[in-house]
């Protein structure tokens, strides 16, 4: 479970997962106790007894509903065609993890699955070139994936391109990896581009990193992330370490 108020990812037994389940598509307290308390029967009191500590010691289910907002879609267009902030670039849809809760996994069906796509240079320049002539002053471009730096080199390609290219404007630049394939060599180039963040995931611990993120064969990415960290921290210095806490 994620709570989107505190950011916490909790991980529930079956009946507890029942029960937050339906209370939060019922809203309703007392239908939530009875369908599953009927379902679990003894057990069902101990566990949401658990449950409830946990929620009150950490927090959790505390935050208001989510609201949504819509905008024309005229001044979206307009927005596009004047104001454009920021691109993602899909530059692959490979990955070299699989990890168990990807929403690229065949579990997720509300999601396209992991394909052998890649990104080629013309998209990418049709791209870089559209958002330098429809933004402003400032341009965001992101990496993202699958896995970014399974398509390194067109990466590289797109950052000296726009550098190029960007006459006035400021580029910054962002890339969201799994880190496993971060090694000094990429992370000492990363260092020369002005503005370039880097959003890493690691799960935390090594068992509970290695409980979901894993490669195809099940082995866990514990170690490799680890050592991609490693590398882009050494290369950024004092500067990355910053930003980090």
């Given at each position: 479970?994620?709570?989107?108020?505190?950011?916490?990812?909790?991980q529930c037994s079956e009946c507890e997962y029942d029960f937050l389940n339906e209370l939060l598509q019922s809203e309703n307290l007392d239908m939530a106790i009875n369908k599953n308390a009927s379902k679990y029967g003894d057990m069902f009191i101990d566990e949401i007894s658990?449950?409830?500590?946990?929620?009150k010691t950490h927090h959790l289910l505390c935050a208001e509903k989510l609201k949504k907002f819509e905008r024309k879609e005229k001044i979206v267009l307009e927005k596009a065609e004047t104001d454009l902030q920021q691109i993602t670039l899909e530059l692959t849809?490979?990955?070299?993890?699989?990890?168990r809760y990807c929403i690229y996994g065949e579990e997720n069906s509300d999601f396209r699955e992991f394909g052998n796509r890649v990104m080629s240079w013309n998209v990418a320049k049709a791209a870089v070139d559209y958002a330098l002539a429809h933004s402003k002053r400032?341009?965001?471009?992101?990496?993202?994936?699958?896995?970014?730096?399974?398509?390194?080199?067109?990466?590289?390609?797109?950052v000296e391109y726009t550098l190029k290219n960007k006459d006035n404007k400021e580029c910054t630049f962002s890339m969201t990896t799994n880190l496993t394939l971060l090694s000094k060599e990429i992370a000492l180039y990363l260092l020369t581009i002005p503005q370039f963040?880097?959003?890493?995931?690691i799960d935390g611990n090594k068992e509970v990193h290695n409980q979901n993120r894993v490669y195809k064969n099940g082995k866990g990415s514990y170690n490799a992330a680890?050592?991609?960290?490693?590398n882009i921290?050494?290369?950024f210095g004092e500067r990355a370490k910053e930003k980090l806490y």
């Open positions: 479970m994620y709570d989107v108020g505190t950011g916490k990812v909790c658990n449950l409830i500590e946990g929620i849809e490979c990955c070299n993890l699989a990890c400032k341009i965001a471009i992101t990496f993202y994936g699958g896995e970014p730096l399974l398509n390194f080199e067109l990466l590289k390609q797109i963040s880097v959003v890493g995931s680890i050592l991609g960290l490693k921290v050494e290369a």
